[in-house]
């Protein structure tokens, strides 16, 4: 069974930093673009980062640039999304993606995880 399970949300104050991990099961990440969005109430989901599957070539939005980092770790069949310097805005859900690299960037993906919830309050 294909699985993206998402961890790492929390509760975090302004400044602070969280990493967010997608682990896959059931298929290898190494073929695929991974991408992660968020969704914060009331707003459309948007995407925050993605990493290529042949180069791990990297984009970002414009609100992530400078501020996170995303990587893959092939060996644990896992991606991460290190975050820093978070904002009240940042708070979202945040979701990891799977597919080839123009459906991850057109938010149409193979696969989603079920979504990790991020809080940024003080």
Request: with cysteine; glycine share 12%; charged share 15%.
């Amino acid at each position: 069974q294909v699985q993206l399970v998402e961890s790492g949300g929390g509760l975090v104050q302004p400044g602070g930093s969280l990493r967010l991990s997608c682990a896959a099961s059931g298929f290898t990440l190494d073929y695929y673009a991974i991408g992660w969005f968020r969704q914060a109430p009331g707003k459309e989901r948007e995407g925050v980062s993605c990493i290529s599957s042949s180069d791990g070539e990297t984009y970002y939005a414009d609100s992530a640039k400078g501020r996170f980092t995303i990587s893959r770790d092939n060996a644990k069949n896992t991606v991460y999304l290190q975050m820093n310097s978070l904002k009240p805005e940042d708070t979202a859900v945040y979701y990891c993606a799977a597919g080839h690299l123009p459906t991850v960037i057109a938010g149409v993906p193979d696969y989603w995880g079920q979504g990790t919830q991020v809080t940024v309050s003080s």
